[in-house]
């Protein structure tokens, strides 16, 4: 079973003007796991799609959507999938991939069929991004142990995490699709500061390894004009290429980030030093 939803894109003097529920409805994208359900939402930054996958008692087929137009869904698209869950299985047009928590699978334009499953009585959560693309390249998985592991911040600023670059450029050959996931450590609240903006790309922040009773302000907006909706585990908010994304904990978490647009260079940002942010 499939659903899905559409947003359109919003001017940033629209924003400003926006209440916290509008707010809430334009950017944030809750409810993303059900059992046995694909959950998308199709957004108008860089046609840009999140999605959640939580195949519990049969297997789920990646089924295309009225907004593509396409027979199949990645006629004309690429796939980014990691898994929050327990360890589960992705098969790609007849060959089986095992991912296991925290590893990513990348999936090339032109596969005809994309199928998720449990194994056993595990649960995997996959969590997905899809971009347009204009070349197929090949499927690959991404282990822990091939990720780009960098340790950043310091605890002194409350914003010590450990950044896992999965689906990027110098690991896997994508057309526009960069995903990785980072993680706060234990005492540690503040992500992606100082905040930063990048017109060349939009950006997805999915939160998660929240404990239930917490929960997380993401910051977005212009710099000189920001504004905040209030993140719950296994939630995601889009990113408009105008605003910037940051956010605070009550507790500490962890969070998959996930861009398109018209630059793979993940340094590529305009940085926005702390004591000017409005």
């Known amino acids: ?23 809430r409805e334009h950017f944030l994208i809750d409810n993303l796991f059900e059992k046995n359900t694909i959950k998308l939402t199709y957004s108008m930054y860089d046609r840009f799609i999140v999605g959640g996958v ?46 296991k928590r925290k590893e990513a699978l990348y999936v090339g334009k032109g596969n005809k069929d994309v199928i998720f499953e449990n194994i056993d009585d595990n649960q ?22 091939d990720a780009e592991v960098i340790l950043l911040g310091e605890s002194k600023l409350a914003n010590k995490r450990v950044l896992n670059k999965l689906i990027v450029n110098s690991i896997v050959e994508t ?33 998660f390894d929240l404990e239930e009773s917490q929960a997380v302000a993401h910051f977005m907006g212009e710099t000189d004009n920001t504004r905040h909706i209030f993140i719950k585990n296994n939630q995601a908010v889009l990113s408009p290429e105008w605003s910037i994304h940051s956010g605070s904990g009550t507790s500490n978490y962890s969070f998959i980030w996930g861009m398109a647009g018209e630059n793979l260079d993940y340094g590529d940002m305009d940085i926005c030093p702390s004591n000017e942010l409005k």
Not at 124 to 145: D, V
């Open 54 to 99: 939580m195949p519990t008692s049969k297997a789920l087929k990646l089924e295309t959507i009225p907004y593509l137009k396409s027979k199949h869904f990645l006629d004309r698209r690429e796939l980014g999938i990691v898994n929050i869950g327990d360890t589960g299985r992705v098969t790609v047009d007849g060959i089986t991939y095992e991912i």
């Open 124 to 145: 995997p959560l996959f969590y997905i991004n899809s971009a347009p693309a204009h070349n197929g390249f090949p499927t690959k998985k991404i282990g822990t142990e």
């Open 1 to 23: 079973m499939t659903n899905h939803n559409f947003r359109y894109a919003s001017h940033p003097i629209d924003a400003q003007k926006y209440s916290t529920n509008e707010l």
């Open 175 to 207: 057309c526009q699709l960069q995903m990785g996931l980072t993680e706060l450590l234990p005492g540690n609240v503040w992500n992606t500061m100082p905040s930063h903006t990048h017109n060349r790309r939009m950006e997805t922040y999915f939160y």
